[in-house]
């Protein structure tokens, strides 16, 4: 869904986009505007929505941009919609929003259209809201466009009015412990912009939160910190993986796992044979049946036919072995396969099978075989 190129030149593009920001930034909303929003379990609340724009790799221009719906509290997936564009108008600092909001204003309104019912109660938006160098992010600009409370959630400091990634805010999210714990981002100007939250236990990154429309910093703080599974909140997340997967699927262009994804797919080796008469579930390879003569079992088979070798025994360990098998040789005969104790079906009988099992010492190894056989079996 290609856009017309802008054809002005930067200074004019430059000048045109702030106006329009100052315009819709006065439109902006930063409190509670519904009732689930001032409700401490966010009572009411069903429907969260996650945005996201993906690039083609090595194509600045070619993307994927994607609106999912999420079941709240269940963060379950209930609604997506992924559709490659073309990103004509120039990236600037500070005016994304004029190259990707676009896109995403249109899966919001093809949502209403074909799912009304699905619409979400609130956006989360990768990026800033009222942390930016004039107040107005793309959380702050879709919001005000779409008219749906949107939150920003940024992975990194946009350093404005004198916010600095420096030692004295490195030191501030070192003492962030636990998931929940956050700091407020207080510009030069005396002004909250945002929050730095530790949104989960095990992340040593913080997210940095902000008001983009009809919410307070307080609910944004608490809902983010809600929709997260992982360091990411999911309905961002979601929408990352759902659009990089929609652009390899499309394009077939290989491009690097999404966050949370498993990286390979190992087949697990069984532990023991299945027992007789027992179901073998599918996918799981199976001993063959032990054939006289063999000191070793073969190699089981993957599903996809690669032999999945076991590890090599120490030098001790394979001395060891090749000394019984030596060993192993009594009245000439060298091998199981001589041995008048298997069936035709390369099975011991049972009665037997303490016979064919290879002793340390051969010496009473043949002492037992001569109490328990004729001396004719021996010949």
């Known amino acids: 869904m290609a856009r017309e190129a802008v054809a002005w030149p930067p200074e004019e593009t430059v000048s045109l986009w702030k106006r329009e920001q100052a315009r819709l930034k006065a439109l902006v909303v930063d409190r509670d505007t519904e009732a689930w929003q001032r409700d401490a379990a966010f009572s009411g609340l069903q429907r969260v929505g996650g945005v996201d724009v993906s690039f083609v790799k090595g194509d600045r221009a070619s993307a994927c941009a994607s609106l999912v719906v999420l079941s709240y509290p269940e963060l379950e997936v209930v609604y997506e919609d992924c559709c490659m564009v073309s990103l004509t108008a120039p990236y600037m600092s500070g005016f994304l929003a004029f190259r990707e909001v676009p896109f995403l204003e249109d899966a919001v309104r093809r949502l209403r259209e074909k799912e009304p019912c699905l619409v979400p109660q609130v956006l989360l938006v990768d990026g800033n809201g009222v942390l930016h160098h004039r107040g107005f992010g793309v959380a702050c600009h879709l919001g005000v466009l779409t008219d749906l409370p949107c939150i920003g959630v940024a992975k990194k400091l946009l350093q404005v009015d004198g916010l600095e990634n420096?030692?004295?805010?490195?030191?501030?999210?070192?003492?962030?412990?636990?998931?929940?714990?956050?700091?407020?981002?207080?510009?030069?100007?005396?002004?909250?912009?945002?929050?730095?939250?530790?949104?989960?236990?095990?992340?040593?990154?913080?997210?940095?939160?902000?008001?983009?429309?009809?919410?307070?910093?307080?609910?944004?703080?608490?809902?983010?910190?809600?929709?997260?599974?992982?360091?990411?909140?999911e309905p961002v997340r979601q929408a990352d993986i759902r659009s990089r997967d929609y652009i390899r699927r499309t394009l077939g262009v290989p491009g690097p796992p999404a966050p949370g994804q498993e990286r390979s797919q190992k087949v697990q080796r069984p532990k023991m044979c299945p027992q007789e008469g027992s179901e073998e579930p599918e996918g799981v390879c199976t001993w063959p049946a032990l054939h006289p003569g063999k000191s070793q079992l073969p190699e089981p088979e993957t599903p996809g036919g690669t032999l999945r070798r076991r590890p090599r025994a120490s030098k001790a360990g394979r001395a060891a072995q090749q000394e019984r098998r030596s060993g192993f040789k009594f009245g000439g005969i060298s091998s199981y396969s001589d041995l008048s104790l298997w069936e035709p079906e390369n099975r011991l009988k049972q009665e037997n099978l303490n016979v064919a099992l290879p002793f340390p010492n051969p010496q009473s190894l043949l002492r037992e075989m001569e109490q328990m056989m004729p001396t004719a079996a021996l010949c």
Not at 216 to 228: D, F, I, K
Request: aromatic share 4%; proline share 4%; net charge positive.
């Open 166 to 233: 420096n030692a004295q805010h490195k030191e501030k999210i070192r003492l962030l412990r636990a998931g929940g714990d956050s700091f407020p981002l207080i510009g030069g100007s005396g002004t909250v912009l945002g929050m730095a939250l530790k949104s989960h236990d095990h992340s040593s990154k913080p997210l940095y939160v902000s008001v983009g429309h009809k919410i307070s910093l307080e609910a944004a703080v608490r809902l983010t910190r809600g929709c997260c599974k992982f360091r990411i909140p």
